[in-house]
């Protein structure tokens, strides 16, 4: 490579990137944390060819990956979902459902099964007869 080229940003860069952020979106990652961890280029260079090959900035890629973790665990966790949310990289859950709404997503409390109200004993919820 010549002095006046630039190092050329592939699949297996954008493949690179994708595995980190995967990896790593509910620790508090930036873009600039994924480009120091996984490139040789510059952040605007990576970011600009990374929104061509996927259609997302580095930063909605984060965000898409934290929210695939809460739902993850909101359907398969009993945990609540506030903690859940904090898990996950957000600040609370008012920024995780804020962050659902944005991107068009159920919120995360219509993503829990609600309990069959109808399958409660109620015999056991009145006071016997005396």
């Known amino acids: 490579m ?7 940003v592939g699949r297996a860069d954008i493949g690179t990137a994708l595995s980190y952020i995967s990896r790593h979106a509910c620790e508090g990652l930036t873009p600039a944390r994924v ?8 952040l605007p260079r990576f970011s600009r060819s990374f929104l061509a090959a996927t259609g997302l900035t580095l930063r909605a890629a984060i ?4 929210l695939e973790e809460v739902r993850r665990l909101l359907l398969r966790t009993e945990l609540t979902p506030d903690f859940i949310a904090g ?4 600040r609370g859950l008012r920024e995780a459902t804020r962050a659902f709404l944005d991107a068009g997503c ?11 109200h109808a399958a ?3 015999r056991r919820l009145t006071r016997p007869m005396q």
């Open 2 to 8: 010549n002095s006046g080229s630039r190092p050329v």
């Open 35 to 42: 480009v120091k961890e996984t490139q040789q280029v510059s």
């Open 63 to 66: 965000r898409q990956c934290q």
């Open 87 to 90: 898990q996950c990289g957000f």
């Open 106 to 116: 159920e919120v995360p409390h219509a993503l829990r099964p609600r309990p069959d």
């Open 120 to 122: 409660v004993d109620t």
